[in-house]
C-alpha cells in the first residue's frame, strides 16, 4: 500500500486492535508511535515485534482523556520527527449494565474515553497537519454506534457521536487537505469481547452472515487503507467491518 506520509500515532496500542493496527502500519512502512496508558510491558513487546520484522516504532504513555497529556505526545512527536502524517484514535472502554442501572458516573466515563479522548486528537491533529496541508485520521467507533446494543446505551452514545464528529471534522478539515474517517468494526476476538459469556458469543455468531468474530488483522487493513493514498478522495466515511452484522 502507498503512504505519502512518514509517521503515524495509535492511541491504545498495547494490546487488541490498537495493537494490531500498530503492526500492519509499521508492515508498510510507517513509523509507528505506539501510545499506552498502562500496559508497559505489552507497549514494549508491540514494539519488539515491529523492530524484529524491520520496522521503526516508539512507545509513548498517555491517559487520552486528558488534554494535557494528549497535546504532550503530538508535541513529543513533532519534536522528534518534525510532523504527525496520520492519527488513529483507538483507545476505548466499555462499562456495560442495563440503563436502568448505569450511573451518569458510568455513562460520562464511556464518553470521555470513547469520544471526548478522540475529539482531543482530531483536534490536536488538525492543528499540527493543517501546518503541513497534509494527513489523514482514523476513528475506531462501532457497530454498537450505527445500531445500538442493551446493556450499552454509554457505549452506543459514544461510537454514534464518535461516527457524527468524524463528519463534522471532515467538512471543517477537507479544505486543508485533511481527511477524517470512521470504521465501525463488528464483533472482534480481543479482550473486550472475550469478556462476554460464551453462550452471548454463540448467540452473535450465529447472527453474522460470515458465522465468526472477525480478526484485529481485518480492522487493521482497514485502517490501513483509509489512511493511505488509495483513499485519497475518501473523507467522512464511516466504514463498516463487521462479517455483514449490520448492513
Ligand atoms: P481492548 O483490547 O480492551 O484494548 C483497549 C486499549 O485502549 C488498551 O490498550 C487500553 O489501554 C487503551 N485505552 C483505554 N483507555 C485509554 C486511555 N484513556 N488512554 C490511553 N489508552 C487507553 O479493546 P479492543 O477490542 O482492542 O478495542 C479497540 C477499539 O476498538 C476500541 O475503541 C473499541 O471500542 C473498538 N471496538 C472493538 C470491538 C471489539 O469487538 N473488540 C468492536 C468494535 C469496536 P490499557 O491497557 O491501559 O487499558
Redesign the pocket.
Known sequence: MKFSGTNVLV??????????IAKTLAGFGLKVWI?????LE??EAVKAEIEAAGGQAAIIK?????ED?FNAVIKTIIDSDGELSYLV??????RDKLALRMSVEDFNAVI???LT?AFIGCKGALKVMGKKRFGSIVN?????GEMGNPGQTN?SA??GGLNAMTKSFAKEAAARGIRYNA????????????ELKDEVKAEYERNIPLSR??K?SE?AEAVAFLLSDHSSYITGEILKVNGGLYV
Open positions: 492511541t491504545g496500542a498495547s494490546r487488541g486492535i490498537g495493537a494490531e501510545n499506552y496508558r498502562s500496559g505489552a507497549a498517555a491517559d487520552v482523556t486528558d497529556q484514535n483507538n483507545a476505548g472502554i466499555t470521555t474515553a470513547n479522548s475506531i467507533s462501532s457497530i454498537v457505549y459514544s461510537k470504521i465501525t468494526p463488528g464483533f472482534i476476538q480481543t479482550d473486550m469481547t472475550d468474530f472477525g484485529p480492522v
